[in-house]
């Protein structure tokens, strides 16, 4: 295997890592967006918080239904 090879598979794996954690933390950011809502958090508060649009917010944690 020369150099390229190498790099290609380190850079593959790199990759791969830097997908995992940006999908440990999109799971972790929407829980947490779930539960701020569930908590009486509004959508244009929690986008102020996280830099994403309220309607982003207001899409991943919708108002929680009422029994």
Known sequence: MDTLDT???AAAKKRARAEKAFNDADAELRELLVKGRAAG????????????TREWVARIAPLPKSD
């Open 7 to 9: 790099e290609i598979q």
């Open 41 to 52: 958090l509004g959508p244009s508060h929690m986008a102020k918080l996280t830099g994403f």
